[in-house]
């Protein structure tokens, strides 16, 4: 495809502002919105569009598309990587965040954005790294070298079926695909087969290669149970990167505090008082130090009466009727 095909596919026909408005819709509801599924969203539709410098900048579909022996030959890693975030045209852009929304919701919000992010890094490395194995191992043992020379492919189709391969790798339920109930762990291997029946042109060892990633990933997953590195890496660089808000934050916090007089200026540890209450020996009730009169029953103060965590041996001197009447004398005054 040429560069002037680019430029034509940057005319919307209609279906990336139903998406929009779709993707708008199911934020507003989100009470905790997924930042890194609402990132890929952004980013895969900006790469079809390429508006403005981005035209410029951007490499051409041309110079990404997925193809194993130029991947192999050239150790072209750009090919690797960004093919997946390339898309053919506007509907297969838009079925593809439609599904990446609902999977990228479930899973970000139920993992955290760290991790989800981790995930996706890890199941985009494992797909684009089977389909090449498949394909090259299609050529060295059964002499077909169609899928490794001939056949290019883009999309993030692959990516999203791995992601379905995790989202349900735990569920037990049913699921409906054109009408056929399957459950749902396997539903990837059915989609696999329909879309190969009905779709004409997909790239087939891309879904496998994405259902295989899957796979991969939980066992990965299930048989390590230490930290998972790469969320660590994320961390580690979200936290460069917030560094600076972060300092300008407190910069501005601890001047808050210092002009208006509230909180702690300092040491966070609160300060504890001993002499700021007294308790009535009458009725237990804790009263400020400055008050002479106990609030509740109208006794009055006599010795120190500081706050205790014993009661005192004076307690119960007045019965509970006259406590009783007491407070309903001092608070119709």
Not at 139 to 146: A, G, M, N, P, Q
Not at 208 to 231: F, M
Request: charge should be positive.
């Amino acid at each position: 495809m040429d560069r002037d095909g680019g430029i034509r596919r940057r005319i919307t026909r209609g279906m990336i502002p139903v998406l929009a408005l779709h993707v708008g819709t199911e934020f507003y509801r989100l009470r905790r919105k997924p930042p890194v599924t609402a990132g890929l969203i952004l980013a895969n539709t900006l790469i079809y569009l390429r508006p403005g410098a981005l035209d410029r900048l951007l490499p051409t579909i041309d110079e990404v598309w997925f193809n194993p022996h130029l991947i192999v030959k050239y150790g072209d890693l750009r090919r690797f990587f960004l093919s997946a975030f390339y898309h053919m045209g506007e509907s297969h852009l838009v079925y593809n965040m439609m599904s990446l929304l609902w999977k990228g919701i479930q899973l970000e919000t139920s993992m955290g954005s760290v991790e989800f992010a981790s995930m996706v890094a890890a199941l985009l490395g494992l797909s684009q790294g089977i389909t090449l194995i498949l394909a090259k191992s299609l050529l060295l043992f059964f002499d077909y070298e169609t899928a490794y020379y001939n056949q290019y492919a883009v999309g993030f189709s692959g990516v999203l079926f791995a992601m379905k391969v995790v989202l349900n790798s735990e569920s037990d339920d049913l699921t409906s695909l054109n009408g056929v109930l399957v459950p749902a762990r396997h539903a990837a291997w059915v989609e696999l087969i329909l879309i190969q029946l009905f779709v004409p042109g997909v790239s087939f060892l891309g879904h496998l290669g994405g259902i295989l990633a899957g796979l991969v990933y939980l066992k990965l997953r299930r048989s390590y149970s230490g930290p998972d590195p790469l969320a660590a890496l994320i961390r580690k660089v979200a936290g460069v990167i917030s560094w600076p808000v972060k300092f300008l934050r407190s910069l501005i916090g601890w001047q808050t505090r210092r002009i208006t007089g509230r909180g702690t200026v300092g040491s966070r540890r609160p300060v504890q008082r001993v002499y700021d209450v007294w308790r009535c020996t009458a009725c237990t009730y804790d009263n400020s130090a400055l008050a002479d009169v106990c609030e509740m029953c109208s006794t009055e103060r006599s010795g120190h009466g500081f706050a205790s965590p014993t009661p005192s041996n004076n307690i119960g001197a007045l019965s509970l009727e006259e406590v009783r009447r007491r407070r309903l004398e001092r608070f119709s005054r």
